[in-house]
């Protein structure tokens, strides 16, 4: 591996704001500024716009030379009189930048200042969330911004303080719309449909439909008032067991409310403990229509066990996303000889060593985690996998080993249809297992077909072929 420690090469993870606007965009109502120069804001719309296949609106306070010297204080809040102006949001999400950061300036105070200047009443929430990019990640800046949001609707006095027996769940990380509605279902068909508090979500605001009609800003995104009622609920889930979910903690430790965090729901055993402990919350037994769904991803894991059983994957992303994809593919059968996680986190190493231990102990694995594509390239010549399951960044790696990718995670940007991919849920490890084991055929029937056409001929099966049991 290449023994560098000065510099990245094809960075992995996104920067914080990235993960502030991912956060926010799952609010109602909400626009985010982000304080710096142009091309960040430029940079994460595009991005967005070509993962989601939507339009990304960002605010950018245009910082130039004479504020980088002077500071931007006067270009923050032109920046967020303007958003006022052509959007009209209740709330402003505002993020630092690179810039920013480096020259120290005090959004907290720039933003009070502006308040006080232009009279901003109470209706109008302008929430600072300081990130500095040349640290941590999109996952971090994510995590940080939902922690301002609670912080921001809770501890504002003018809400009801009423005991709503309700049920907070916070995300840790980034899922697709598709995924945010299969979550919302099974809260639905467990706990019920006006039992729960989904934060943020995105189900709506990164997925809209077309109307005809072009609206500034996308409807959807959780409730200003759920937000603010989250201080009453009953219990708090954390999605996520990677990260410290500082939402989750600041429920806890300010409003007492119990706490405690879950994988995400991918694959058999992950969407078990997920079901089970809702409808326990729920005083339920499980819904016979997810029984029904553990079924037949039961039926569909015997289906393709003896395709996938033995093929050397590398999976890489975000931690979470990692972590569940690795269950799967470890239930599966499979054997994923490299596990990437694009950002480090408190405990993925330690949740992904134990999965291996539980479900395949001899599995050899290699774990690693804060890596760039340079360091994973190597990584990936030297265990040699059959696949890749992660995100599009990786394909030209795939490319050069010869191996297909399967696309998983953020960002896919050349594919359309991320906004749409199931992963969550029974239904959604069916649909990853029918892909993964479909792309096995094709190259499988790539490899027949060239030994079809010269019958005479003798082609071996290589180390690559995908049925370990024939070589
Ligand atoms: S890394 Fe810094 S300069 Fe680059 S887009 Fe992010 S905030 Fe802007």
């Not at 993870?13 to 091309?39: R, T, Y």
């Not at 980034?174 to 019920?192: A, C, F, H, W, Y």
Request: aromatic share 6%.
């Amino acid at each position: 591996m290449t023994e560098r420690n000065y510099t990245t090469v094809n960075p992995c993870i996104m920067c914080q704001p990235m993960g502030s606007v991912m956060a926010f965009k799952g609010i109602e109502n909400s626009m985010m500024l982000l304080h710096g120069s142009q091309g960040c804001s430029t940079y994460m719309r595009l991005h967005l716009a070509h993962h989601f296949r939507e339009p990304v609106d960002i605010g950018s306070s245009s910082l130039s030379e004479k504020g980088a010297v002077y500071g931007g204080s006067e270009n923050l809040k032109k920046g967020l009189k303007n958003l006022i102006l052509r959007y009209n949001p209740e709330v402003i999400g505002v993020s630092t930048t690179c810039l920013a950061e480096t020259i120290g300036d005090d959004i907290r105070r720039i933003i009070a200042e502006f308040r006080e200047e232009e009279c901003i009443g109470n209706e109008r929430i302008i929430i600072p969330v300081p990130t500095p990019s040349y640290e941590e990640s999109h996952n971090s800046g994510y995590i940080k911004a939902v922690e301002a949001i609670v912080k921001e609707f809770t501890m504002d006095d003018s809400g009801k303080n009423i005991f709503n027996n309700k049920l907070n769940i916070v995300l840790s990380e980034n899922i697709s719309p598709e995924d945010t509605r299969e979550m919302k279902q099974i809260l639905s068909n467990t706990v019920g449909s006006n039992s729960y508090i989904l934060l943020p979500d995105i189900s709506e605001t990164f997925d809209a439909p077309m109307t005809g009609e072009l609206q500034k800003i996308t409807p959807g995104g959780t409730k200003h008032s759920d937000i603010a009622d989250m201080k009453n609920s009953a219990a708090t889930i954390g999605m996520g067991i990677t990260n410290d979910n500082r939402a989750v903690s600041f429920l806890e430790q300010t409003f007492e409310i119990p706490a405690q965090n879950l994988p995400l729901p991918i694959g058999l055993e992950y969407t078990d403990r997920v079901l089970a402990t809702l409808s326990k919350i729920a005083g339920i037994d499980i819904p016979e229509a997810y029984q029904k769904e553990r079924g037949r991803l039961i039926d569909a894991m015997v289906d393709s066990h003896k395709y996938v059983y033995g093929t050397k994957v590398a999976i890489y992303g975000d931690p979470n996303n990692v972590l569940g994809m690795l269950s799967l593919a470890l239930e599966n059968g499979m054997h994923p000889i490299l596990v990437v996680a694009s950002s480090k986190s408190p405990r993925f190493a330690e949740y992904a060593m134990e999965r291996v231990k539980q479900v395949k102990p001899d599995c050899d694995v290699t774990i690693l985690e804060d890596v760039d594509f340079d360091t994973f390239n190597d990584a990936v010549k030297k265990a040699k996998p059959q696949m890749l399951i992660g995100n599009s960044n990786g394909k030209y790696i795939a490319k050069e080993m010869g191996i297909p990718l399967v696309r998983f995670g953020f960002p896919i940007h050349d594919r359309v249809g991320a906004q749409r991919i199931l992963s969550l849920g029974y239904r959604g490890a069916m649909i990853m297992l029918d892909k993964i084991t479909n792309t096995i055929l094709e190259v499988e029937d790539a490899r027949l077909e060239a030994k079809w056409a010269e019958p005479e001929s003798y082609v071996p099966l290589g180390e690559n072929s995908f049925h370990p049991a024939e070589a």
